[in-house]
């Protein structure tokens, strides 16, 4: 991935877990791994928590199919991650799959 899709996954994933107003502390555990994973350094993330989420939106929407499903993954792991889906966690999962192009992938 390239460094500009990280940050917009960041930014997205951001989004998702502050979706429901409030940051659970497994949601906090898994987004830390993700970053791990992803490599995002602290510059990284200061860019990716100013993002504006539709803005990472229309970067992703670039990203190849296999990028774009691992990215749904990773969003619904941040969903589950503490085991209370709140509506507007789905509505922006929703929202963000449509937008992206995920939603045709799962078909």
Same mark, same amino acid.
């Given at each position: 991935m390239s460094d500009q899709e990280k940050i917009a996954i960041v930014? $997205?994933?951001? @989004?998702m877990a502050n979706a429901d107003g409030r940051i659970a502390y497994e949601e906090m555990i898994t987004f830390n791994l993700i970053c791990q994973r992803l490599k995002i350094d602290h510059n990284s993330f200061v860019v990716a928590h100013g993002l504006n989420c539709e803005h990472a939106i229309n970067v992703l929407k670039t990203m190849s199919d296999t *990028? *774009?499903?691992? $990215? &749904?993954? $990773?969003?619904?792991?941040?969903?589950?991650?503490? =085991?209370?889906v709140d509506d507007? @966690?789905? &509505?922006? $999962? =929703?929202? &963000?799959?449509? @937008?992206i192009g995920i939603d045709k992938l799962l078909k």
């Open positions: 930014s $997205l994933l951001i @989004e *990028k *774009k499903l691992q $990215l &749904a993954k $990773l969003m619904v792991d941040i969903i589950d991650s503490d =085991n209370q507007s @966690e789905i &509505a922006l $999962l =929703n929202h &963000a799959c449509r @937008e």
